[in-house]
């Protein structure tokens, strides 16, 4: 996608609020923040996927694995 006039925010809550003030904004933010927001969300016939990836500086601690096995528990669980 090239979008010609692209405004940068800071935060995820930020494209709600600079949509609502351009008619022909388009912003993605996450469901819950559009959800109680004065906007219109678009109807598609597939969902859009978000990847998120884990890094450390170096092999990650016990504690990083931790956190690892948990992330990959939920996102095993949610394609369930």
Same mark, same amino acid.
Request: glycine share 4%; aromatic share 0%.
């Given at each position: *996608?090239?979008?010609?006039?692209?405004?940068?925010?800071?935060?995820?809550?930020?494209?709600? #609020?600079?949509?609502?003030? *351009?008619?022909?904004?388009?912003?993605?933010?996450?469901?819950?923040?559009?959800?109680?927001?004065?906007?219109?969300? !678009?109807? !598609?016939?597939?969902?859009?996927?978000?990847?998120?990836?884990?890094?450390? !500086?170096?092999?990650?601690?016990?504690? *990083?694995? #931790?956190?690892?096995?948990?992330?990959?528990?939920?996102?095993?669980?949610? !394609?369930?």
């Amino acid at each position: *996608m090239h979008a010609p006039n692209v405004v940068p925010v800071q935060i995820s809550s930020q494209v709600v #609020k600079v949509v609502e003030q *351009m008619p022909e904004g388009l912003g993605l933010s996450q469901l819950s923040i559009v959800k109680d927001a004065n906007v219109a969300k !678009l109807k !598609l016939d597939r969902d859009v996927e978000q990847r998120l990836d884990l890094v450390t !500086l170096g092999d990650p601690t016990p504690e *990083m694995l #931790k956190v690892i096995e948990a992330v990959r528990h939920i996102a095993v669980t949610a !394609l369930e």
